[in-house]
């Protein structure tokens, strides 16, 4: 069998284009390649960042100025992980205020876990990156009603009577 300098080159032209279409069509030669960066930094989401939400977009909702303490609590590690606020709001704005936090806290990737009403509180559970978020709003009671919304890390180890205090009972 004699081949042609013309065949040889013929066919190393069709192996180069080929190689040519494949490490462009990323089938041959990228799987090494790194991946892009992520555009946007994530954020690591503490607990600071977490009562920031919260009061945030509890004022941006109308609600007034909030407690953030745990004074007459337990002591102990478990305050590390809980994030609470719990206000009064005048009644004539306290469950639009509330369900105005509610909204806002979901157009910022806060998501729905459940939600109902019970006599006269109206209950809303929302999670975000490791966090659950216990909102209440209690319409009994004089000119105010109360609103709390406590944010508690996940895998955070409660006294009892403070998980029974902020968890939904349903």
Partial sequence: MRTTRTGTAAV???VAGFMTVTTGCGLIG????????????????????VADEITGFARAAGLPDGD?????????????CVVPWAGDAPAA?????????VMRMRQHDWEIVSSHAE????????????WKLYARHRTAGGAGQAVSL?????????PRRIR???EDPA
């Fill in 30 to 49: 990228e799987s090494d390649a790194a991946p892009a960066p992520s555009p946007e930094p994530t954020v690591p989401f503490t607990s600071r960042t």
């Fill in 93 to 101: 704005d306290a469950a639009g205020a509330f369900e105005a936090t």
């Fill in 164 to 166: 029974d205090g902020y």
């Fill in 119 to 130: 006599r006269d509180v109206t209950y809303r559970t929302l999670a975000k990156r490791g």
């Fill in 12 to 14: 190393a032209a069709v």
């Fill in 68 to 80: 953030t303490s745990t004074a007459g609590l337990p002591e102990g590690d478990w305050r590390r």
């Fill in 150 to 158: 406590t944010a508690v890390e996940d895998g955070c180890e409660l």
